[in-house]
């Protein structure tokens, strides 16, 4: 018999309200528990809306409900202190990206989880994608050799607001409009387009290519509220590959998500494009490979995590899409391209908070 996940959701939000909570609510194997959020009362309306048990204002009260398993939709800045408590309450944690503001918070979070032993997830919901699945699969398949070089280009319709901190939708905005600060204060966000974006863009570009970044060397356009719109990267890698991955922030007149990815090795070149759904692999010997994909491959659906997180709790495996430690080596990605364009430099990856899981560390294993 299928175990019955006990589910709490941190920070019931606007995301939370249109994606994670109508999504838990169709299962018979999650129980809903409970919900919280600073306002009571919207809590309360949330709790009655999906049929939660409880609802809070008191995240640390949403904890003591013997939790399989923990959603943590809150801003990045506050994401090390819930993520800790509840890997330490004993529940598996899927935490949405931005994963944290500091790499040495995300590293932090990593060494929670391998202390207590709860699996923790990042919300990279891209990397389960039929399109990027049959992409990684032409890359083990097909043998890309050594790669060499990479080339990555998000666009998304989020202009409005980090040029504005207006115009921001999604589909719960009539009942929860989501705040537009929570996207573009850094002190709350980390940033503009480096975390919000390219935090999925570096993601990705690890995930399919299982390389390790190196330096980063970034350039920012600034729109008149102070943040960045628009992001282009030069990444080497410690193989040494070198990669360019841009992210463009377009109008609403193209609301879809628009992905384009090139990687480049001794064995042969694979291609990706989401207005198509198309992904090829031409081999070093001619030969080109197409991946078998569903009609529906390029369609954003967020959920892959949300669904391996209830697997985790019933004991399944995690996969790779989005482990912990990719959350944390995304984060020192813009951590350093914001380095960066303040040196006008490149500048290293690899944080020095990557010491806390060495032997005898902070977050060493005990």
Same mark, same amino acid.
């Given at each position: 018999?299928?175990?019955?996940?006990?589910?709490?959701?941190?920070?019931?939000?606007?995301?939370?309200?249109?994606?994670?909570?109508?999504?838990?609510?169709?299962?018979?194997?999650?129980?809903?528990?409970?919900?919280?959020?600073?306002?009571?009362?919207?809590?309360?309306?949330?709790?009655?809306?999906?049929?939660?048990?409880?609802?809070?204002?008191?995240?640390?009260?949403?904890?003591?409900?013997?939790?399989?398993?923990?959603?943590?939709?809150?801003?990045?800045?506050?994401?090390?202190?819930?993520?800790?408590?509840?890997?330490?309450?004993?529940?598996?944690?899927?935490?949405?990206?931005?994963?944290?503001?500091?790499?040495?918070?995300?590293?932090?979070?990593?060494?929670?989880?391998?202390?207590?032993?709860?699996?923790?997830?990042?919300?990279?919901?891209?990397?389960?994608?039929?399109?990027?699945?049959?992409?990684?699969?032409?890359?083990?398949?097909?043998?890309?050799?050594?790669?060499?070089?990479?080339?990555?280009?998000?666009?998304?319709?989020?202009?409005?607001?980090?040029?504005?901190?207006?115009?921001?939708?999604?589909?719960?905005?009539? &009942?929860?409009? *989501?705040?537009?600060?929570?996207?573009?204060?850094?002190? +709350?966000?980390? #940033? %503009?387009? /480096?975390?919000?974006?390219?935090?999925?863009?570096?993601?990705?570009?690890?995930?399919?290519?299982?390389?390790?970044?190196?330096?980063?060397?970034?350039?920012?356009?600034?729109?008149?509220?102070?943040?960045?719109?628009?992001?282009?990267?030069?990444?080497?890698?410690?193989?040494?590959?070198?990669?360019?991955?841009?992210?463009?922030?377009?109008?609403?007149?193209?609301?879809?998500?628009?992905?384009?990815?090139?990687?480049?090795?001794?064995?042969?070149?694979?291609?990706?494009?989401?207005?198509?759904?198309?992904?090829?692999?031409?081999?070093?010997?001619?030969?080109?490979?197409?991946?078998?994909?569903?009609?529906?491959?390029? &369609?954003?659906? *967020?959920?892959?995590?949300?669904?391996?997180?209830?697997? +985790?709790?019933? #004991? %399944?495996? /995690?996969?790779?899409?989005?482990?912990?430690?990719?959350?944390?080596?995304?984060?020192?990605?813009?951590?350093?391209?914001?380095?960066?364009?303040?040196?006008?430099?490149?500048?290293?990856?690899?944080?020095?908070?990557?010491?806390?899981?060495?032997?005898?560390?902070?977050?060493?294993?005990?």
């Amino acid at each position: 018999m299928t175990k019955r996940v006990r589910v709490g959701v941190i920070g019931a939000g606007s995301w939370a309200n249109a994606v994670q909570l109508p999504a838990l609510a169709k299962r018979d194997d999650v129980e809903l528990v409970v919900v919280s959020r600073r306002d009571g009362d919207l809590a309360r309306q949330v709790a009655a809306r999906f049929g939660v048990q409880h609802a809070t204002n008191d995240w640390q009260e949403a904890l003591r409900y013997g939790l399989d398993a923990v959603i943590v939709a809150t801003p990045p800045n506050v994401h090390l202190e819930q993520v800790t408590a509840a890997l330490e309450s004993g529940a598996h944690v899927l935490c949405e990206k931005p994963f944290a503001i500091t790499s040495e918070a995300a590293w932090q979070m990593v060494a929670a989880s391998r202390r207590t032993g709860r699996k923790l997830l990042i919300a990279f919901g891209w990397n389960y994608m039929p399109l990027m699945q049959g992409a990684r699969r032409l890359l083990d398949d097909r043998g890309i050799g050594d790669i060499e070089f990479l080339t990555l280009e998000i666009r998304v319709a989020v202009r409005d607001l980090l040029a504005h901190g207006t115009g921001y939708r999604n589909p719960a905005s009539d &009942v929860l409009p *989501p705040k537009p600060e929570t996207f573009v204060k850094p002190e +709350v966000s980390g #940033g %503009g387009q /480096a975390p919000v974006t390219m935090s999925h863009a570096f993601g990705l570009a690890l995930f399919l290519s299982r390389l390790e970044a190196a330096t980063i060397y970034a350039q920012m356009w600034q729109g008149p509220i102070g943040v960045d719109v628009h992001d282009a990267m030069i990444v080497t890698f410690q193989n040494g590959a070198i990669g360019a991955i841009n992210g463009a922030s377009s109008h609403e007149s193209k609301p879809n998500v628009e992905w384009a990815v090139g990687i480049f090795g001794s064995g042969g070149q694979l291609q990706l494009d989401s207005v198509t759904a198309d992904v090829q692999f031409g081999s070093a010997d001619g030969s080109i490979y197409r991946a078998d994909l569903p009609s529906h491959a390029g &369609v954003y659906e *967020p959920n892959g995590p949300l669904r391996t997180l209830i697997s +985790v709790a019933q #004991g %399944g495996p /995690a996969g790779d899409e989005s482990p912990a430690e990719l959350g944390a080596r995304t984060v020192e990605l813009v951590e350093a391209s914001y380095r960066s364009v303040q040196s006008g430099r490149a500048e290293q990856v690899l944080s020095p908070a990557r010491a806390l899981l060495a032997p005898g560390g902070v977050g060493a294993i005990r």
